[in-house]
């Protein structure tokens, strides 16, 4: 049977975390030889599911569009998900905070236990996941009968473009009731997504408030075209919002290049950022944590080195 | 009403845990052990509405060893009312869990059940959405936000792109995250008084479930590690090595 591939989506515009969950959904059916079918569910998603029907290796896109799908909530869309599972030997979707809210959802009402966050497929059944902050990693085989399975998109490269496949319509949930949207708050910024930009700098507690993080962080950030990330120090006080954070409780992040600014380096920081594949840290004191996965150690104060590092990056 | 509060015990979050070289597991004798951070913070959630007379009573439970006790103890002497220890010295997978949680919230009847997002031994995160699947009721992830209103709860959550507020039927299922507040100590008088609070034990035979796991663990190692690299003198050195990196 084929694997059912959740697809994370702004409404109109496919997320490129879709793109990497493909990559481990294609790994899995490498041993199994099962096709991918990627169910792209919203209210307005016809864009998205587009987008998804371009993805190589796809055979099929199920768009299910439904006012009470609007938001992701979770009992509408596990509801939709447990409809279509008995068609699929596989469930799965990137890791996202939408992914994390539905899929155990729909993992208990199948009986079976979730996979959280593999960073490996070893193969059709036997994975690779993160313990303990990242400091241990398992191999599990899972003996369910449908797996449901969150991938840590950091781990995996996105799928490349192919043809285009067909989209069938498919009939969307219904509201349950249980729950409502209200509001929404959420940034709009100009700047890569911190989850796939391939450069991130990042402030911790050190920058002392918000108007520092702002006048020292994001000029940096604009000069190399970076994401900006933050240590959960930073966000508790306020200095940059919730969805910077990085971290074992925050996002897991892999780019190129990871600038850290006045973070100590604490497992549960470390834990979002050291699969990066090259990591700078700039901090005061020579004895801090974070130099120990730096590739580049830079001791001094921030205050005075950022303006010059801006700098000669500009010369 | 009533609210149900999952503690778990597990490694405290300072220790840094070293893989068995035997690929079997972690090493976990003499580490120090404490309650999951997000648990304290859903204990502490619970009081607070307590304290604001939207809550009756503050009911923690614990799944896990008979040394999971001390969790319940810390959870009691921060103010809950009583305990329940499902005891079981096997390792016990969050679909299990959330089945023996069904079988107390059953008993029990909560109003309002506050999980931690994620345990952070096995960092699944899953616990709380699979309580909420199994009940058939509304749940509301990563709360950062916590409002009680007569038959509904108002729920900010943390999400990649920012906060969501929704709000939720009760009774419901509300997984808490770090952010929502900032969980009390518990004091010298209030530790001795929780030695003597109700605790009740059962076992997960007593709810019917099978708490076999379904995932084999077949190896467990430490991930390969980073070595420290170079110490720069100055921002232009630092620049230099980058350019050479092909990462600027
Ligand atoms: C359950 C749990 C989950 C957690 N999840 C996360 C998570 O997801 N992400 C996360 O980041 N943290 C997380 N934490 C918190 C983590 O343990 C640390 O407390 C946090 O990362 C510290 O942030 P920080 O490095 O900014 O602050 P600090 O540890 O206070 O470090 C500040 C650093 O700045 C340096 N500094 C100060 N002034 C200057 C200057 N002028 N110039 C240069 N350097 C300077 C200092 O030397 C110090 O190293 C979690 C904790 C728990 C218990
Ligand atoms: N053994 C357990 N006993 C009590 N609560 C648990 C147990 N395991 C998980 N939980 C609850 O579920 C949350 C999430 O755990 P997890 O899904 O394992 O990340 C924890 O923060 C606890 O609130």
Known sequence: MPILLLAEHAGRSLSDQTAKALTAALKIAGFSGAEIHVLVAGADARPAAEAAARLAGVTKVLLAQDAALAHQLAEPLADLLVALAPAYDVILASATASARNVLPRVAARLDVMQVSDIVEVVSADTFKRPIYAGNAIQTVQSSDATLVITVRAASFAAAAEGGTVPIEAIAGGTSTGLSRFLSDALAVSE?????????IVSGGRALGSVETFRDVILPLADTLDAAVGASRAAVDAGYAPNDWQVGQTGKVVAPELYIAVGISGAIQHLAGMKDSKVIVAINKDPEAPIFQVADYGLVGDLFEVLPEFDRALRS | MKILVPVKRVVDHNVK?????????????????SMNPFDEISVEQALRLKEAGKASEVVVVSIGPAKAEETLRTALAMGADRAVLVETDASVEPLAVAKILRGVAEAERPGLILVGKQAIDDDCNQTGQMLAGLLGVAQATFASRVEIEDQTARITREVDGGLQTIEVTLPAV??????????????LPNIMKAKKKPLERKTPADFGVDIAPRLRVLWTEE???????VKVASARELVAGLRNAGVV
Do not use: C, F, H, Q
């Open chain 2, 174 to 187: 509300v997984t808490v995250d770090l952010r929502l507040n900032e969980p009390r100590y518990a004091s």
């Open chain 2, 223 to 229: 991930p390969a590690g980073r070595g420290a690299g």
């Open chain 2, 17 to 33: 845990i070293r893989a068995r070289p035997d690929g079997s597991g972690v090493e976990l004798a003499n580490v120090k052990m």
């Open chain 1, 191 to 199: 700047r890569p997504e911190l989850a796939s930009a391939r450069r």
